[in-house]
């Protein structure tokens, strides 16, 4: 009897307008979680377990490696340059800056003559979490089991990963080094001491000898070829590759950026207080009617799917298309559906989103609630878009003529193209909810920042 009381009650508290509900705290509380838990159990919101033991010495080899810019050609920039620990493993601008620039986080500024990198830097929080696409346009894949230890990976056209990488995001600590405009420089660069770049004389399409010019650098440094044996003490120093490093640096990231500990985290273990009636309501939308589920789902709420959801195009752009970015197509060939995926990108997982800004692939948005206005009318939000929220030296690169609209529109995912019809207080519950998503210790990385690094180089 009880049961068949409490579907009822389930099924017709599902069919009121949002805001209907009314009576004592209690009540509306336990009214809106027997609406909202059934919803996430149906999109795959479960709970995260442990990520994987951390060699301690892998992470401590790892830790400097992601922060000594020796890894890059004019010993200028590393990875925590455009994943800032300061500002939760992000840099907070629109497009990232790589080598030739000047400063860290949003105070960064480009050097003359160099390139804004064409998208936004991603946050490595919790990209260890068992993805199988990495990066704005999933060049990197993992083709088969994860953590398995017989994990293979895909890449971008031309590079071919090595065996032994440990996970995917080992796979893609692999790309940065070969990057001109983020981490190698150009032919002709000097580094910082005023000496010959070795690594921009090395030809593009020469992944293999880019790696093993990075790792005779790092190895010319007696502290790191003694981490590295200490660490890999069967294999040979002449035999180490650049991917023992990257297994380093996914090592640091997985036990450094992982964080999960939010208040929905707590409310999936069944702790029905962990959110606020507020937050609980913008659930209800984000697994209902606002529908931004349907690409924001399972258990990181989003980051195994693409979508092409009419962002306004901005930056340099990428490959064969530029100016403009058409983002998975570029890597899919055009008897495999090219057109399909033009101007699509990876849906990003949500946790910690609160903490990421910009958003978008091109930092197009500056805060929640543009995003949220963005999905009411995407047209609109192109035809309009509003160039102040980039830094003024991209409001130039801002691709807002018909013709380049009229290409977007034509593939936008067609929930998109609808619109997602939300008033003023909705939004409002929304972000309370994607606040929620938030990990308190994920608000303060500095902990992780080491005081030095083997290189001698400065760590900001």
């Known amino acids: 009897m009880t049961r068949r009381l409490t579907c009822a009650a389930l099924a017709l508290l599902t069919a009121c307008d949002r805001n209907s509900i009314s009576g004592p705290p209690s009540l509306v509380e336990n009214s809106l979680d027997l609406q909202l838990r059934p919803l996430m159990q149906q999109w795959g919101a479960v709970p995260i377990g442990p990520i994987p033991a951390q060699s301690p010495a892998l992470v401590s080899l790892g830790q400097s490696l992601f922060f000594d810019k020796i890894l890059s050609g004019n010993r200028d920039v590393a990875c925590a340059t455009c994943h800032d620990a300061i500002v939760t493993a992000v840099d907070g601008l629109s497009l990232s800056i790589g ?18 990198v064409p998208r936004n ?12 696409y990495t990066l704005w346009d999933g060049r990197v894949n993992q083709e088969s089991c994860w953590n398995c230890g017989t994990a293979t990976f895909k890449g971008p056209a031309g590079v071919v990963f090595p065996a032994g990488l440990a996970n995917i995001v080992a796979a893609q600590a692999m790309l940065p080094i070969l990057n001109r405009t ?4 150009e032919q002709g660069d000097v580094d910082v001491f005023g000496n010959h770049n070795e690594l921009a004389d090395i030809t593009d399409s020469a992944a293999t000898e880019i790696w093993k010019a990075v790792m005779r650098r790092i190895l010319a440094i007696q502290n790191y070829a003694s981490q590295f044996a200490a660490v890999y003490p069967g294999v ?32 999936l273990a069944r702790d029905d207080r962990a959110l606020t009636e507020e937050q609980k309501r913008g659930a209800i939308l ?8 349907s690409c924001h789902n399972g258990a990181m709420l989003g980051g195994q799917s693409f979508a092409n959801i009419g962002v306004p195009q901005v930056g340099p752009g990428v490959g064969a298309a530029a100016p403009l970015d058409i983002g ?17 990108f990876r849906v990003p997982p949500l946790r910690n989103v609160e903490l990421t800004a910009p958003y978008m692939h091109n930092g197009a948005y500056r805060t929640l609630e543009n995003v949220l206005k963005h999905y009411t009318n995407a047209d609109s939000a192109q035809r309009s878009y509003d160039v102040t929220q980039l830094d003024p ?21 067609f929930r998109i193209k609808q619109g997602i019809k939300l008033d003023d207080e909705e939004r409002r519950q929304i972000i309370a909810f994607l606040k929620s998503l938030t990990d308190p210790d994920a608000r303060s990385l500095a902990s992780v920042i080491p005081s030095s690094v083997p290189s001698g180089l400065p760590v900001r």
């Open 286 to 293: 984000f697994f209902g009617r606002a529908q931004c589920v």
């Open 328 to 344: 998975r197509a570029e890597h899919i060939a055009a008897n495999q559906g090219q057109e399909f995926y033009k101007f699509s």
């Open 99 to 116: 080598t030739g620039g000047t400063g860290m986080g949003q105070a960064r500024t480009i050097g003359s003559g160099r390139r804004f």
């Open 121 to 132: 830097a991603p946050s490595v929080l919790n990209t260890g979490l068992g993805f199988v």
């Open 182 to 185: 983020e981490m190698r420089g």
């Open 236 to 267: 040979q120093a002449g035999s180490l590759g650049f991917q023992h490093a990257a297994n380093a640096i996914a090592a640091f990231q997985l036990q450094s950026f992982t964080r999960h500990n939010s208040p929905f985290d707590r409310y």
């Open 393 to 413: 030296a991209l409001r130039s690169m801002h691709h807002g003529d018909a013709a380049t609209i009229a290409a977007v529109e034509k593939t936008m995912d």
